[in-house]
Every structure is written in C-alpha cells, then in structure tokens.
C-alpha cells in the first residue's frame, strides 16, 4: 500500500472521531486543554489498537480466503465507507446538553465507538502487504491530530463541518476499496 493510500484510509477511518470530537467541542461552553487532549488520546490509540487487532484476526484465516480477499476488503471498505456516508446524511436525535467535562466512562465509549470502523479495515489489511505497526501508527497520530482539531473546531465554528467531514471520510474508504478491488481483478 503506497503512503498516500494509508494516509487516505487513514483519515477516512479519522472521520468519526473527527466528527464525534467535533459534536464534544459544541457541548463545551468552555474549552479546556486537558479535556480536549485526552479525547485525541484516547481516540488515538484505540484508533492505532484496532486495526492491528483486526489484521490479527484476519491473517488467522487468510490461507482460507485467499482467492477472494480483494472483495472481502472490497466489501468492509466500501460497506464502512457507505455507513459513514448514511449516518452523516440521516443523523440521530442531536444532544441538547451542554457539558464542559469528559468522564472517563463517556471516553472509554466514544473511543471504542468511534474505532470500529478501524477493526474492520483492520481486517481488510491483512489481505494486502502492508506493515500493520506502521499503518496502525499512522492512523493513531492521524485520528489524534483530527480530534483536536475537531474538538477546536466545533467549540469555535459549529456544526457545520461535521457532514462533510463523514461524507469525505465514507467516500475515501468507498474509492479505496474499488481500487483495491479494481487491481486484483486486474483492471488498473
């Protein structure tokens, strides 16, 4: 995988964190520095955890797919990318509370919640040649960085940006997987 894909699948999975950060920076009426570090914190290495997780587990059956795992990655990829798209355009009931902390209960939440996605191209990674220490570390500061920004961004400028930040993030991991599917049936 060149460095510019895992830079795209990297943000592209950073869009729900970046998204949730951002809906955390509206529920602030005050920032502070701590609380917004220790969401990228947490955001990050769950971010930088779960692809490795699931590269683990899908190098386990590998050998059994093997004929068909450009569809499989195909398939998480754009599913994944799909999901984001929708969720962005049909959001759920917006939180009218205002809160100024983040508890650790809430940020053990979000963080899990937000790098599931992470799992699951996780697994679609381990059908590729990829350093996984590597793509994991890149998307950990990757999602770290965007969730400061986005927790910034959302106490600052409002809701405006969190759509297409999930619209972009959902279409960059759709295009990655047609690419991926699209060079292992030899076509690009």
Not at 93 to 103: N, V, W, Y
Not at 110 to 129: E, K, P, Y
Not at 148 to 168: H, S
Not at 176 to 183: A, F, N, Q, S
């Amino acid at each position: 995988m060149s460095p510019t894909t895992l830079l795209l699948v990297a943000l592209g999975v950073s869009a729900d964190a970046f998204a949730v950060a951002v809906g955390k920076g509206l529920q602030m009426t005050r920032l502070r520095g701590r609380d917004a570090l220790a969401l990228a914190l947490a955001f990050g290495v769950f971010q930088g955890l779960m692809p490795v997780i699931g590269w683990l587990a899908g190098t386990s059956f590998q050998s059994r797919i093997e004929d068909y795992d450009h569809w499989v990655a195909f398939a998480l990829l754009a599913g994944i990318g799909l999901r984001m798209i929708w969720g962005a355009v049909h959001p759920g009931a917006a939180e009218d509370t205002r809160d100024d902390t983040i508890g650790t209960g809430e940020l053990f939440l979000l963080a899990t919640a937000t790098s599931i996605d992470a799992l699951a191209v996780g697994i679609g990674l381990a059908f590729l040649d990829v350093d996984i220490v590597g793509a994991a570390v890149v998307i950990a500061i990757t999602t770290f960085v965007l969730t400061l920004v986005g927790v910034f961004v959302g106490q600052r400028a409002g809701t405006r940006f969190r759509t297409p930040a999930e619209v972009a993030g959902g279409a960059i991991l759709v295009l990655i997987g047609t690419k991926i599917l699209l060079d292992h049936l030899g076509v690009l």
